[in-house]
């Protein structure tokens, strides 16, 4: 469920906006997408891990608030996102 240091490295290569970028809206809702689905996996073979399914709703209501505020600020970047990550429809 914990994101490795390699797999952090992919997704910042993936998704910076520039070459110094670690904390981009873009790179923050990559990361969380990753542990949601990564947790998603988990929850799926172990129903009765409510404490789990907390963490996932506020995995899903952080990434809910940054894909609203990337909304908001950068339309066009927000729907090449959502489409990369295969999320929203």
Avoid: F
Wanted: charged share 30%; glycine share 6%; hydrophobic share 30%.
């Amino acid at each position: 469920m914990v994101l490795t240091q390699q797999r952090k490295q992919e997704l910042l290569s993936d998704y910076q906006v520039h070459e110094t970028d670690t904390g981009s809206t873009d790179v923050q809702i990559a990361m969380l997408t990753e542990r949601i689905n990564r947790l998603s996996e988990h929850l799926r073979a172990n129903q009765k891990d409510h404490s789990s399914r907390r963490g996932l709703l506020k995995l899903i209501g952080q990434r809910k608030r940054l894909l609203s505020y990337m909304q908001q600020e950068d339309k066009p970047r927000y729907q090449a996102l959502i489409g990369r990550l295969g999320i929203r429809g």
